[in-house]
């Protein structure tokens, strides 16, 4: 996703192994996917590395020196492409967990609505 107007994923590394089988999508996708992909984001450095003995992953590096990994492993090239395409969607923030269901800037000063309120 491009934040004002700045798209945030730099490099995008397939990694794969060339005698797995669990690299038999990602090889797929490798032929052909991976070339309208890399023609579509000019803007994107896609780099393949061949690792052997490992499971395939996908890794996203962002402008904020932030990283995601996606396993890859056991998918066909259709899937895997749809994690490519989210992988360059995100901004690359860290997940940040709610602490509350409720999020507000004014809380209520009678306390928080429950269901066990006894009349």
Same mark, same amino acid.
């Given at each position: ?5 700045? @798209?945030?994923?730099?490099?995008l ?5 060339? @005698?797995? +089988?669990?690299?038999? +999508?990602?090889?797929?996708?490798m &032929?052909t ?6 023609? *579509?984001?000019?803007? %994107? &450095? ?6 052997? +003995?490992?499971?395939p992953? /996908?890794?996203? %590096?962002?402008?904020?020196?932030n990283?995601? =990994?996606?396993? =890859?492993? *056991? ?5 895997? /492409?749809?994690?490519?395409?989210r /992988?360059r *969607?995100? %901004? +690359?923030?860290?997940?940040?967990? %709610? ?13 928080? @609505? ?6």
């Open positions: 996703m491009a934040l004002r107007g700045v @798209w945030q994923l730099q490099k590394i397939v990694s794969y192994c060339d @005698w797995g +089988g669990s690299s038999r +999508g990602i090889r797929a996708f &032929e996917h991976l070339p309208t992909l890399k023609e *579509n984001n000019p803007q %994107l &450095e896609v780099v393949t590395e061949l690792i052997r +003995g490992q499971h992953h /996908l890794k996203g %590096l962002y402008k904020n020196h990283q995601r =990994v996606i396993c =890859v492993k *056991n998918m066909t090239p259709e899937d895997i /492409l749809l994690h490519a395409t /992988l *969607n995100a %901004l +690359g923030r860290k997940v940040v967990k %709610l602490r509350t269901r409720h999020v507000t800037k004014h809380p209520s000063v009678q306390g928080t @609505w429950t269901t066990a309120v006894k009349f």
